[in-house]
């Protein structure tokens, strides 16, 4: 036996390390137990989860699974643990917030109180759906520019507005080395968002103006929202902004730009989202993409990628708005520790509106909190030497690459955009999770899950009509809300809202499980579940149901009690008048149960057929 070192730390050392195959046999005989009899490699891959892009994560990563040479170190290509060799712990990530009103003068009082309170760049909406080109010094008035970065987000119109802001730094005095920001120069993303290609020889000229003059401003951004926000993938989204920014690349240096002073023209804005794990090898894979192909057009030094990530609005929920709260605040530790170097976070109202000032102070909260109190950018690359996070990175990056090469093949982003080829892709993505967010296999709390049906309404000044006509923009709780808008109607019409009577049979012990499950499911819809405990006496459950106001019903409790009563307890409610009658369990053979629900089952279609039954439209 090996004698180990008296270091105070010798708790459990002269034990041999486990196996992973000791671990596997744990594992088989905890899946036995639940009824699953696999062995081996199939015992763990019961446990595992699918991701898109044929992607999976597994329960147990060793070091078997480490990924060779592929991480680097900060600083250096691939930059895949840093873009900056001390990472951001000088002072944190830049956290820029978002404007997107249309008053100048309103804007500089949500600027200046952003700024006075922790913000550190600014984000603003310039042109038709924003503030008008000639209000920007107004928004700005105020702002010390050589301090505070501006990124502008313009559109068609982002070579006026551009050129407005050079002017406002001209007027007042910055130092041409010391202007920071973008000025947002985005042809193909605003191509993506509308339909319309516009005009690349502004970013051209933009470009050549902020290399020879403005060496602290990027002209382009290479914005991969409008694939996300339109139902991408991780690994799509990450082909899409690779594609984008390979065009600009080639619009720049056929224009004369040497492909290093090309490469620091962009800066690569990507979503966060609630999914931290993913955010992080994201952001990681998306810097090891970019170095490589900065390395392929012999500008390996400028391969380090600017990034600026944006909490997602796909995850944002208009129910329980709250809760978008802790959404923004795990999509925004997942950019941190990603790597990013400007965070956004939006404020958990914006799916309503214009955020108020207490949403607007959360939101930039949230980046002091994890910053001030969770030091969390005191350490480079937390995420680092996780086999779980690097294999993942690995496996995204490959998986981003093949989608770039798809685009590649179909003539560049530009072509892909107008032959389709983006959009059926995406849209392929989407109805795929579309269907798990059906299923509630993807649950959304406050939404599908938990959802509270006598909430108050969060009302907040209408935002700014988005630019539209190109690819579409969606939502995780688009179904549901459809169907929770339309129980609103039938409430401002009638006064009520659709009911549904819980038939709970039983002891409390019975029914309970099932009785929740179903109260849940019904509410995601906006039917509110009348639950009256009953005896298994099938006509007091008729005149419970009778006394209910409702017309559908739904039968609640054990296996046990279904097999002894849910025949005659179905055919009494049909006797009382229920249109449909739905069993919240395994389906059976009870002749006047229409329907069964049960967890995996399509919740979305359901809710659709007792809307319609009861004829709220």
């Not at 400028?302 to 609005?313: I, Y």
């Not at 002749?591 to 004829?615: F, I, K």
């Amino acid at each position: 036996m090996t004698v180990l070192p008296d270091d105070g730390l010798s708790l459990a050392a002269q034990f041999p390390d486990a196996t992973h195959e000791q671990w596997q046999r744990l594992v088989e005989g905890v899946l036995r137990k639940s009824g699953k009899e696999v062995s081996g490699d199939a015992a763990e891959e019961a446990l595992s989860t699918t991701l898109d892009d044929g992607l999976g994560t597994r329960p147990l990563y060793t070091a078997r699974d480490a990924v060779a040479g592929a991480s680097g170190y900060p600083g250096f290509a691939p930059y895949v643990r840093g873009s900056r060799p001390e990472g951001a712990t000088p002072g944190g990530w830049d956290v820029r917030q978002r404007h997107t009103g249309t008053d100048p003068a309103r804007t500089r009082e949500a600027v200046l109180a952003d700024l006075e309170n922790g913000t550190t760049s600014l984000w603003l909406t310039v042109g038709s759906h924003g503030i008008p080109v000639s209000g920007i010094a107004t928004a700005l008035d105020g702002v010390y520019l050589d301090l505070a970065p501006v990124s502008l987000e313009a559109g068609a119109e982002y070579g006026a507005a551009a050129r407005e802001l050079l002017r406002i730094h001209e007027e007042r005095g910055t130092p041409r080395a010391e202007a920071r920001g973008t000025l947002g120069a985005d042809p193909l993303g605003y191509e993506a968002r509308s339909g319309r290609p516009a005009d690349t020889a502004d970013a051209v000229a933009l470009a050549r103006e902020t290399v020879s003059r403005w060496p602290g401003l990027r002209a382009l951004a290479v914005d991969a929202l409008p694939y996300h926000e339109a139902g991408a993938s991780a690994a799509q989204e990450l082909g899409a902004s690779l594609a984008t920014g390979v065009a600009y690349l080639r619009l720049l240096t056929d224009a004369g730009l040497s492909a290093a002073d090309a490469c620091g023209q962009l800066e690569f804005r990507y979503a966060a989202t609630a999914d931290q794990f993913l955010t992080v090898a994201k952001l990681r894979a998306a810097r090891r993409l970019w170095a490589r192909v900065a390395e392929v057009c012999g500008a390996p030094g400028a391969g380090a990628q600017r990034q600026h990530a944006v909490t997602s609005s796909v995850m944002m929920s208009r129910r329980d708005p709250w809760v978008n709260m802790l959404r923004t605040t795990v999509a925004c530790l997942g950019a941190g520790v990603g790597g990013a170097d400007a965070v956004t976070v939006l404020p958990f109202d914006d799916a309503l509106g214009l955020p108020d000032a207490f949403s607007r102070r959360i939101a930039r909260n949230t980046s002091t909190i994890l910053l001030e109190e969770s030091h969390l950018a005191r350490v480079i690359d937390p995420a680092g030497g996780s086999w779980y996070v690097e294999r993942l990175t690995d496996e995204l990056a490959h998986a981003g690459w093949e989608f770039f090469r798809t685009i590649e093949k179909a003539g560049g982003q530009g072509a892909a955009l107008r032959s389709g080829l983006v959009h059926e892709r995406l849209a392929a993505t989407w109805a795929e999770r579309s269907r798990a967010l059906a299923r509630r296999r993807e649950p959304i709390t406050g939404v599908s899950e938990f959802p509270d049906l006598a909430e108050r309404t969060v009302a907040r000044d209408p935002a700014p009509a988005p630019v539209t006509g190109g690819l579409p923009r969606v939502r995780r709780d688009e179904a549901y809300e459809a169907l929770r808008a339309r129980s609103d109607a039938h409430l401002a019409a009638t006064g009520a809202r659709p009911k549904v009577f819980l038939a709970a049979l039983g002891p409390a012990a019975a029914h309970t499980a099932r009785a929740t499950f179903a109260s849940n499911l019904f509410q995601a819809g906006g039917v509110e579940p009348v639950h009256d405990p009953v005896s298994v006496d099938a006509a007091t459950v008729a005149g419970a149901f009778a006394a209910s106001g409702a017309s559908v019903a739904c039968l609640c409790s054990s296996d046990a009690l279904y097999a002894e009563e849910a025949q005659a307890v179905a055919a009494a409610l049909k006797a009382a008048g229920a249109s449909r009658v739905f069993l919240a369990g395994r389906p059976g053979e009870y002749p006047d149960v229409d329907a069964y629900v049960s967890a995996g089952g399509d919740a979305v279609a359901v809710l659709t057929s007792v809307l319609e039954s009861l004829g709220v439209s």
